[in-house]
């Protein structure tokens, strides 16, 4: 497995919406980046401890029902619904893009993905993309969970 550090990196919101058009089965997954997950390639739920059948991602495939809406929307709704997860999580937990499989559905029913194959990390500069276009919709959205609230 490669290192973290020589994936290529996802410098825009643009580039991703690309790569996403480009490339179904895509995923993202925030963590210490692929060397640390693959080493048992499975997560843990939180609320109970259980290993589970593979690594928590979410898909980034542009569902059917968006029909010819932007897909740097899409993608930008996608980061932004997780992007609480670095501070929760703690140093060193950055998103990155994988291909894989859906082993399963994990207890807040998001994939489980096995037969990881990581593709790309994301700059941050990507993540503060996707909250400017999420922002631009002109809605009360936030992140999943939202501090102070």
Not at 31 to 42: F, I, T, V, Y
Not at 93 to 122: K, Q
Not at 131 to 149: E, F, K, M, N
Request: glycine share 6%.
């Amino acid at each position: 497995m490669s290192r973290a550090d020589d994936l290529p990196v996802v410098r825009t919101l643009a580039e991703l919406a690309d790569l996403v058009e480009r490339h179904h089965g895509l995923y993202v997954r925030w963590s210490r980046g692929p060397e640390a997950d693959l080493a048992d390639a499975s997560s843990t739920d939180d609320l109970t401890g259980v290993r589970m059948s593979g690594l928590s991602a979410n898909p980034l495939d542009v569902e059917d029902w968006w029909d010819d809406r932007p897909v740097a929307v899409w993608v930008a709704r996608r980061l932004y619904d997780y992007s609480h997860l670095p501070h929760e999580k703690g140093p060193g937990v950055y998103p990155w893009v994988l291909r894989g499989r859906e082993a399963s559905r994990g207890p807040d029913n998001e994939p489980l993905v096995a037969d990881v194959r990581p593709m790309c990390r994301l700059d941050d500069r990507t993540i503060d993309e996707a909250r400017d276009a999420v922002d631009r919709q002109d809605t009360s959205w936030g992140p999943l969970r939202r501090p102070g609230r």
